[in-house]
């Protein structure tokens, strides 16, 4: 499974970015997809994951401000950010868990400057 992430980009604080990602191939609804991020000298760290049917999990420091979803007819998974602050800087990853393999996506850089 490749995973292709997008949407990455410079913001100013308080502003919006909508990340993407597309699985080459069928992920069903039962498995979890979402994203992790990693932070300059930092670990990698979930951000938020969603199965269909269930409700996501979200890491606190992002609740409230991100919303994951799932399009599982294009094997999609999708991750709107809002309120970005400074701490939301990182490389974010799409990350996909099929039948107990994970997959990881090449990593999308979100900077939040003034």
């Known amino acids: 499974v490749q995973l292709q992430a997008s949407g990455g980009g410079s913001v100013q604080p308080g502003g919006s970015l909508r990340l993407s990602c597309v699985a080459s191939e069928t992920i069903g609804g039962w498995n979890n997809m979402g994203w992790y991020r990693q932070a300059p000298g930092k670990q990698r760290e979930l951000v938020a994951t969603?199965?269909?049917?269930?409700?996501?999990t979200y890491a606190r420091a992002i609740e409230g401000r991100f919303t994951i979803s799932r399009d599982n007819a294009k094997n999609a998974v999708y991750l709107q950010m809002n309120s970005l602050n400074v701490e939301d800087t990182a490389v974010y990853y799409c990350?996909?868990?099929?039948?107990?393999?994970?997959?990881w996506g090449q990593g999308t850089l979100v900077t939040v400057s003034s």
């Open positions: 969603k199965r269909s049917g269930r409700d996501p």
């Open positions: 990350y996909a868990k099929v039948d107990g393999n994970a997959y």
